[in-house]
């Protein structure tokens, strides 16, 4: 019985470990994800700038006829 629970034990503390480094490995998946947000709404705001500082309208692929036509 005895050696059942030790076995418990090891196992219990081998989850405890892969669970804190899987924890830790999300918690820096989201602090890049947060960063990668931020970049990207700083781009969209530079480009928007650009775009009002031109005057001209963003380009469109809906605009452009295809090659066929």
């Known amino acids: 019985m005895d050696q059942r629970i030790e076995t418990l034990e090891t196992r219990l503390a081998h989850l405890e470990l892969a669970f804190d480094e899987l924890n830790q490995v999300v918690y820096e998946q ?12 700083n781009m969209q705001g530079r480009i928007k700038e650009i775009v009002d500082q031109s005057g001209n309208q963003p380009y469109s692929a809906e605009d452009e006829r295809p090659p066929h036509y």
């Open 30 to 41: 989201a602090k890049q994800l947060e960063a990668a947000h931020r970049f990207i709404e």
